[in-house]
Nanobody
Framework: QVQLVESGGGLVQAGGSLRLSCAASRIIIRGDAVGWYRQAPGKQRELVAS???????NYADSVKGRFTLSVDNAKNTVYLQMNSLKPEDTALYYCNAQPYWGGNYWGQGTQVTVSS
């Protein structure tokens, strides 16, 4: 089992920044896949950014150049730095972990609202 707890969401004006954090209950090690997804009202959940620990990071085209995913292995924490936020970034953001040994785990979500 893996527990994921997100934090850092909130209300920000367009052009502003937020940093989301996802604290994991177990060590994030090489071969684990971690990432961030988001779901806006009336839309399907979509991938924002993901990484297989020790590998390269993938970003949705809509956030490339604005968002940065990083992992602090010492703190078992995954971050999503979001800059130049746009109203269309408004959504519930979820942390996801897929350990190398199997399983698919989600956090409870943190709301990000960007006002125009």
């Amino acid at each position: 089992q893996v527990q994921l707890v997100e934090s850092g969401g909130g209300l920000v004006q367009a052009g502003g920044s937020l940093r989301l954090s996802c604290a994991a209950s177990r060590i994030i090690i090489r071969g684990d896949a971690v990432g961030w997804y988001r779901q806006a009202p009336g839309k399907q959940r979509e991938l924002v950014a993901s990484i297989i620990s020790g590998g390269s990071t993938n970003y949705a085209d809509s956030v490339k150049g604005r968002f940065t995913l990083s992992v602090d292995n010492a703190k078992n924490t995954v971050y999503l730095q979001m800059n130049s936020l746009k109203p269309e970034d408004t959504a519930l953001y979820y942390c996801n972990a897929q350990p190398y040994w199997g399983g698919n785990y989600w956090g409870q979500g943190t709301q990000v609202t960007v006002s125009s």
